[in-house]
């Protein structure tokens, strides 16, 4: 049983999980691989353009916020779209596949997925399962200082290549540009 000196405090702020969380910096054994997602740590305003399984298209703005976590060997990032998303993806790279492990979570829409992410020419391409197994490429295009295209595709045939297709849940097209 976990208890706390402070039970009046639970569900405010801790600084101390910050602190244990966040960090200024790559952790140094592995800098060098880090740098593949190291250029989303920022704040970042997004154009949506969001699809539902009937094709129907929602746009709004929201924004990005992403940092250095777990001691500089993973990056933490949020991506808010207020009335359709709020969630959190956690990039750990693994240096045993020389990938990153994506793992997305949204309370809002209870929608989860895992996948793994890697370069791809000048892109990186994330590729796994949702929670409901549907396969999904997710994709960060057009990589600047100051901007990116990021876009989700999911495939409900089984994950058949070829039949990737914007829609459902989760699965939309970003444009997003530098908010510092």
């Given at each position: ?45 997004m ?34 779209l ?21 793992l997305w ?9 895992r ?8 892109d ?57």
């Amino acid at each position: 049983m976990i208890t706390s000196e402070f039970p009046s405090l639970i569900g405010a702020a801790s600084p101390s999980l910050i602190a244990a969380l966040h960090t200024d910096r790559p952790a140094p054994d592995r800098a060098g691989k880090m740098g593949l997602y190291g250029w989303l740590i920022g704040r970042w305003e997004m154009d949506t353009a969001v699809y539902d399984d009937n094709g129907a298209k929602q746009t709004g703005r929201g924004e990005v916020h992403a940092g250095w976590v777990l001691e500089g060997r993973a990056i933490q990032d949020v991506w808010i779209l207020p009335g359709t998303f709020y969630g959190t993806t956690l990039r750990v790279y693994d240096p045993g596949i020389d990938a990153w492990h994506i793992l997305w979570s949204d309370p809002v829409r209870q929608y989860y997925a895992r996948q793994i992410g890697r370069a791809r020419g000048n892109d990186i391409v994330q590729e796994g399962k949702n929670d409901a197994g549907d396969a999904i490429r997710w994709s960060f295009t057009e990589i600047t200082p100051n901007s990116f295209r990021w876009r989700g595709e999911r495939a409900a045939d089984g994950g058949c290549r070829r039949n990737f297709s914007r829609g459902g849940l989760g699965e939309d097209e970003r444009r997003i540009a530098s908010g510092e």
